[in-house]
C-alpha cells in the first residue's frame, strides 16, 4: 500500500514569508508526528497528533510555527515569517495507534529559506 | 533536544565485516528503536526493544540493551554495500507518550 507521501518534496521561499508543507500519512494510521533534521543532526520532534488534536506540540520552537490535522488524516505545517535559520528537512511520520509504535516517514520536504 | 550521542559519528568497512554502532541516551526509556536513512531524507524503522528486553535480533541485524548504562548497540553481520546509510538510535523516553527523541546518528559506509 501507499506509504507516507509529503509535499512539495523541495521548497526554496524567501526571509519573512509564509510556508505550508503537507502530510499525508498511511490510511488508518491514527497518529501523525512532524519533525525537523538540520544538516549533519538527527531529527528533532516538532508535534504530536492523535486523531484530530494535537496531543503534544512542546517541539514547536515558537509560535511561527503551527499545525493542524482537521480531518485527522492530512497535516498541513505552517511556518509563519520564515527565518534562514528555519532551513531543514522536515519529516512526517505517521504509525497505527501511537502508543509506542514503530513509526512510519515520508520522504521529508527541504525548505530552503534565503 | 538530542536524547544522546551516537559511536562512532562514521564508519567505514569492506563488504562481508560487521558493523558496530552504539548509542547511549540520557533518561528513563520505555522502548529503543533503530532507524536507517538513505540521502538525508525518509527513514526506515529497523528494529524496536523493550526496556525490559536485552537483545533482539532480525536477520542480519542485532540489537542489544543495557538499561543500566543507558547504552545499546546495533551490529549488522556480513554487511552489503546496500547497508550504506546513516543510522540513528531513537528512544521513546517514559513519559512522553510516543514521540521519538532521536541520537545524532551514526554514517555507515561499506565499500567493494
Known amino acids: 500500500g501507499a506509504g507516507v507521501s509529503q509535499t512539495p518534496s523541495n521548497k526554496v521561499t524567501e526571509k519573512g514569508k509564509y510556508v505550508e508543507l503537507r502530510c499525508d500519512p498511511i490510511?488508518?494510521?491514527?497518529?501523525l508526528y512532524w519533525y525537523r533534521q538540520s544538516l549533519g543532526q538527527g531529527p528533532e520532534f516538532l508535534i504530536y497528533?492523535?486523531?484530530?488534536?494535537?496531543?503534544?506540540d512542546s517541539g514547536l520552537p515558537n509560535d511561527r510555527f503551527f499545525a493542524v490535522r482537521p480531518e485527522g488524516s492530512v497535516s498541513t505545517l505552517k511556518i509563519q515569517r520564515t527565518e534562514r535559520g528555519d532551513s531543514a528537512v522536515y519529516l512526517c511520520?505517521?504509525?497505527?495507534?501511537?502508543?509506542?509504535?514503530?513509526?512510519?516517514f515520508g520522504p521529508g520536504t527541504r525548505l530552503t529559506v534565503l | 533536544s538530542q536524547q544522546g550521542e551516537e559511536d562512532p559519528q562514521a564508519l567505514s568497512i569492506q563488504e562481508g565485516e560487521n558493523a558496530t554502532m552504539n548509542c547511549s541516551y540520557k533518561?528513563?526509556?520505555?522502548?529503543l528503536q533503530w532507524y536507517r536513512q538513505n540521502s538525508g531524507r525518509g527513514l526506515v524503522h529497523l528494529i524496536l526493544?523493550?526496556?525490559?528486553?536485552r537483545e533482539k535480533h532480525s536477520g542480519r541485524l542485532r540489537v542489544t540493551l543495557d538499561t543500566s548504562k543507558k547504552s545499546s548497540s546495533l551490529l549488522i553481520t556480513a554487511s552489503r554495500a546496500a547497508d550504506t546509510a546513516s543510522y540513528f538510535c531513537?528512544?521513546?523516553?517514559?513519559?512522553?507518550?510516543?514521540?521519538?527523541?532521536f541520537g545524532t546518528g551514526t554514517r555507515l559506509q561499506v565499500t567493494l
Open positions: 531513537a528512544t521513546v523516553n517514559t513519559g512522553t507518550a510516543s514521540k521519538l527523541t
Open positions: 497528533f492523535q486523531g484530530t488534536g494535537a496531543a503534544d
Open positions: 526493544i523493550r526496556s525490559n528486553e
Open positions: 533518561t528513563s526509556i520505555n522502548n
Open positions: 511520520a505517521s504509525s497505527r495507534t501511537g502508543v509506542r509504535n514503530e513509526q512510519f
Open positions: 490510511s488508518g494510521h491514527t497518529a
